[in-house]
Nanobody, 120 residues
Framework: QVQLVESGGGLVQAGGSLRLSCAASGNIVSIRAMAWYRQAPGKQRELVAQITGGGSTNYADSVKGRFTISRDNAKNTVYLQMDSLKPEDTAIYYC??????????????WGQGTQVTVSS
């Protein structure tokens, strides 16, 4: 089993910044990719940003230039630095980790979610 512990959400004014963290622990042999998704009320969950084991990143068009994803491989932790926040960034943010177990089967784990609220 793998546990994902998220932190860093909260309430911020438009134009402000927040940094989310997600630490993975458990029977992880290696991590293929780590990502952040978000889900706003009444909307589907969407990919915000992803970083692979090799460090390649991709972002949703709506956050390019404002958000930065990074990871600490030694700590199995992924971060999302969110700058120039807008009210439309308000959502529950979920950490996602795709990892291999001891028999090299790809697994998919989700964090519990952290609320980000941006006031206008």
């Amino acid at each position: 089993q793998v546990q994902l512990v998220e932190s860093g959400g909260g309430l911020v004014q438009a134009g402000g910044s927040l940094r989310l963290s997600c630490a993975a622990s458990g029977n992880i042999v290696s991590i293929r990719a780590m990502a952040w998704y978000r889900q706003a009320p009444g909307k589907q969950r969407e990919l915000v940003a992803q970083i692979t084991g090799g460090g390649s990143t991709n972002y949703a068009d709506s956050v390019k230039g404002r958000f930065t994803i990074s990871r600490d491989n030694a700590k199995n932790t992924v971060y999302l630095q969110m700058d120039s926040l807008k009210p439309e960034d308000t959502a529950i943010y979920y950490c996602n980790v795709k990892w291999y177990n001891s028999i090299v089967v790809l697994q998919d784990s989700w964090g519990q979610g952290t609320q980000v609220t941006v006031s206008s």
